[in-house]
Structure formats: C-alpha cells, structure tokens
C-alpha cells in the first residue's frame, strides 16, 4: 500500500516566460515527497524485472501495462457467453483477500455474491448487465446533479472537465462489455450523456442534443463503445500489446 503522505504534492508556480504580473504566465509544479519518487523507482524496475526475467501469469491483469478490469472483465463475459451458448453450467469463486478476515454474515454475504462481480461491474445470471447499466445510471445522475447545483459558478472549460470525471467516465467505465446489449438499454445511457452535454453548454431540454455532441466533440455511446472495441483488435492485430489472452 502507497502511504497517504507519499501522495500529498506541493503545488508551486513556476514562471514560464517573462511578466511575472500574469498569472497565465506561470505553470503550476508539483512536488511530491522525495520517499515517493524513491518507492515509484524501485517499482518501476522491479516491475521491469518481472517482465523480462521472471513473465508474471498470462492472467494476471492487475499492475502491468495495458491490462485492467476492463480486459479482465471482457475475457471472462466471453468465456460465459461461450459456456451459455453451449448450455453449460458456470460457477466462479471470488476472493477478496484484503479482508480475508473479516467476519461477515453469510447470508448478507450471499445477497451481494448473487448479482456482484468484484470489478466494479454486476454480472447476473443472465449476463442482462441490466443491474450493473443502472448502478453506472445513478452514479453518473448523482455526478450530474452536483454539477447543476453550481454551474452557474463555473465557466464552459471548467464544467466539461468537471463532467467528464464524475459523469462521463461512469458511462464510459468497461463498456466494451455493452457491444451486443439492445438499443433499449443503451438508450440509458444516452440520455444522461445528452443531459451532460446539454448542461456543459447551458443549453435547454428542448435543444437539439445531437448537435451538443457534436459542438463538445463526444461520440455517442453506441459510438465510444464501438471505438473501444476497436481500440482492443487493434492492440489485438496490429499492435500487439494485448493481453495474451486475447490473442
């Protein structure tokens, strides 16, 4: 674990040209603790060893370049898309070792085990993603509305920056996993990504949200998941960064 203190920074400004009157002419530096950059180091060689000398599980996907969640939660949505389309059973046994000793109720336990995969997305048994389509739904509205509360504060750039970390990226997490879900309820999703753009803009509800998302330069959602899945048969072809099992 990365010790708290190790990520405290020291913001100072650093001027960038002559006239030291402006504060456009300064670049904010950030000076993080000398025992972080000495840790981060060592990591990074360590993690270099690891790639070379001793190649770490073909499976593992956490601390190593170009694999995530995302990868991990796509390899196994098809490994149970292929085990359903031959009608076989699926089982899984999740661990969550950080808390290996706690003690939990079994059967609040099960209640969550029942539609929850660890990743950060919910997986029912019909692999619908209907419940983890509407967790994403209430985050990004929850982010949406904190939004709206002080827009009035805030100047175009600093809002579509604000939206694009607490709506945006809620829509956008593992949708690579979206691909084959009906219109219906990718709909969902749409409509809040209309409202961002919307709010971004200060337009009204009766503006035309094609042309807000055009204006701000963001795909559709049909269109971002597209753009991943390619992203992934291009690191997959040409790129070959992938993970291996994906190739």
């Given at each position: 674990?990365?010790?708290?203190?190790?990520?405290?920074?020291?913001?100072?400004?650093?001027i960038?040209?002559?006239?030291?009157?402006?504060?456009?002419?300064?670049?904010?530096?950030?000076?993080?603790?000398?025992?972080?950059?000495?840790?981060?180091?060592?990591?990074?060689?360590?993690?270099?060893?690891?790639?070379?000398?001793?190649?770490?599980?073909?499976?593992?996907?956490?601390?190593?370049?170009?694999?995530?969640?995302?990868?991990?939660?796509?390899?196994?949505?098809?490994?149970?898309?292929?085990?359903?389309?031959?009608?076989?059973?699926?089982?899984?046994?999740?661990?969550?070792?950080?808390?290996?000793?706690?003690?939990?109720?079994?059967?609040?336990?099960?209640?969550?085990?029942?539609?929850?995969?660890?990743?950060?997305?919910?997986?029912?048994?019909?692999?619908?993603?209907?419940?983890?389509i509407?967790?994403?739904?209430?985050?990004?509205?929850?982010?949406?509305?904190?939004?709206?509360?002080?827009?009035?504060?805030?100047?175009?750039?600093?809002?579509?920056?604000?939206?694009?970390?607490?709506?945006?990226?809620?829509?956008?997490?593992?949708?690579?996993?979206?691909?084959?879900?009906?219109?219906?309820?990718?709909?969902?999703?749409?409509?809040?990504?209309?409202?961002?753009?919307?709010?971004?803009?200060?337009?009204?509800?009766?503006?035309?949200?094609?042309?807000?998302?055009?204006?701000?330069?963001?795909?559709?959602?049909?269109?971002?998941?597209?753009?991943k899945?390619?992203?992934?048969?291009?690191?997959?072809?040409?790129?070959?960064?992938?993970?291996?099992?994906?190739?």
């Open positions: 674990m990365f010790a708290n203190e190790w990520k405290k920074a020291i913001i100072r400004p650093l960038k040209k002559h006239g030291g009157l402006h504060l456009s002419n300064y670049r904010p530096v950030s000076n993080l603790p000398f025992l972080s950059k000495v840790v981060e180091n060592g990591i990074g060689q360590l993690n270099s060893h690891f790639q070379s000398s001793a190649p770490l599980p073909s499976y593992q996907s956490a601390y190593r370049a170009n694999f995530s969640c995302e990868t991990a939660l796509v390899s196994l949505l098809d490994d149970l898309l292929w085990a359903m389309e031959k009608q076989q059973v699926t089982q899984m046994c999740l661990m969550d070792l950080s808390a290996a000793f706690d003690t939990v109720d079994h059967k609040v336990l099960l209640e969550v085990l029942g539609n929850e995969y660890g990743l950060g997305a919910y997986l029912d048994s019909h692999l619908t993603l209907k419940t983890h509407a967790a994403k739904c209430r985050a990004a509205m929850a982010g949406l509305r904190l939004v709206r509360n002080i827009r009035h504060l805030l100047t175009k750039d600093a809002c579509h920056t604000i939206v694009l970390g607490l709506v945006i990226s809620h829509l956008d997490y593992a949708n690579s996993l979206y691909a084959n879900l009906p219109n219906v309820v990718i709909m969902m999703l749409q409509r809040i990504q209309n409202m961002a753009a919307k709010l971004v803009l200060k337009r009204g509800k009766e503006d035309s949200a094609s042309e807000a998302l055009k204006e701000l330069h963001w795909l559709p959602i049909r269109q971002r998941i597209l753009h899945i390619l992203t992934l048969v291009f690191k997959c072809v040409v790129d070959k960064s992938a993970p291996q099992y994906y190739i």
